[in-house]
């Protein structure tokens, strides 16, 4: 009899325990954070990392940090490993590519892709003796966003659809690694639905009535729907640009190019309200993590929504 008391107390006191350890990592109670983005983008934009010029050992360390952060979220590997190697010249390259299986069997089929360049420029003009281009706002605060959003959804798993995490090389080479990974997917015939890319997202407006604008917003009703699906004016259209096409200049246009599906960039900074593009003074100390909290945070339930809808809302529009 009291070989059986005691077992009912030690199984009492292993649920117990199991309960609290559960009730610590409910998925439900997790949200982004701004020290979590502040930490990210800090560690990208240090001095360490040299600028993150393409074949160098500071995109590798950036490189390695992705990844780790990829399989602590249990963001799997897409390919054998994670990097998805090309070649620029002589220089070897590679994007990070993590993959987050759909909880649906027959929608996890189709894709979202997320991305954000994590490479840079390395050195820029020397001022007060600094050369090193940090790239805080290009684009370790895009990369950032990517990083937030593959913890966000690898804690709650809520996606039907099936998203896949990129983080692009070479983008300042001309968008060298987007295009490789753009037409090495299509050649496997890969079943993408639309592709989401985030690039200096580490600034606010002052003047207008929306977080971020959308690159190419004629192009397809994707701001409509993430604005309906958010229950907010979470982006918008920026005159700025459409004058100078940015579109075409950052790494959601090769997938656009192969794809012709709506793809397009989201950021909240058309160097209209940035004094440090390419600029030894682009810092972790120059961005706004509450206003990049807020713009992460009101993009996730767009992403959550566009991967949950039983058929494909987000369309291109007729030319």
Same mark, same amino acid.
């Given at each position: 009899?009291?070989k059986i008391i ?103 089929n189709e894709f ?6 994590? %490479?840079? /420029? ?9 050369? !090193? =281009?940090?790239?805080? &706002? +290009? ?69 207008? %009535?929306? /977080? ?9 009703? !994707? =701001?409509?729907?993430? &604005? +309906? ?86 369309t291109l529009n007729?030319?």
């Amino acid at each position: 009899m009291k070989k059986i008391i005691l077992a009912c107390v030690l199984a009492i006191m292993v649920n117990a325990c199991k309960t609290k350890v559960e009730t610590t990592l409910d998925p439900k109670d997790y949200t982004v954070t701004s020290q979590e983005i502040k930490d990210i983008v800090t560690f990208l934009a240090s001095d360490g990392l040299k600028g993150r010029n393409t074949g160098t050992e500071g995109i590798g360390e950036a490189a390695n940090y992705v990844e780790s952060k990829f399989k602590d979220f249990g963001i799997k590997p897409y390919f054998d490993t994670y990097r998805d190697n090309f070649k620029v010249g002589e220089l070897d390259a590679y994007n990070v590519v993590g993959y987050l299986e759909g909880n649906d069997a027959t929608l996890k089929n189709e894709f979202i892709v997320i991305g954000a360049h994590y %490479d840079h /420029i390395g050195q820029s003009k020397t001022v007060a003796n600094d050369s !090193i =281009a940090n790239g805080a &706002n +290009d684009n370790a605060a895009g990369t950032s966003g990517v990083l937030a959003l593959a913890k966000y959804f690898g804690t709650k798993k809520t996606n039907k659809r099936s998203l896949l995490f990129v983080t692009f090389s070479a983008e300042e080479k001309g968008l060298l690694g987007s295009d490789h990974l753009a037409k090495r997917l299509k050649q496997d015939n890969f079943n993408m639905y639309t592709m989401i890319n985030l690039e200096m997202i580490g600034v606010p407006f002052k003047d207008r %009535d929306y /977080i971020a604008f959308v690159t190419g917003f004629d192009k397809s009703n !994707i =701001a409509q729907k993430i &604005n +309906d699906y958010s229950g907010t004016k979470v982006v918008g259209y920026s005159e700025v640009a459409a004058k100078y096409n940015l579109f075409r200049q950052s790494d959601n246009y090769a997938f656009y190019k192969a794809f012709n599906l709506p793809c397009h960039t989201i950021s909240s900074c058309d160097l209209s309200n940035y004094d440090y593009y390419h600029h030894v003074d682009d810092e972790a100390d120059k961005l706004d993590y509450n206003h990049m909290v807020q713009l992460i945070n009101s993009i996730i339930p767009g992403i959550e929504k566009m991967s949950n809808t039983p058929t494909k809302e987000i369309t291109l529009n007729e030319n």
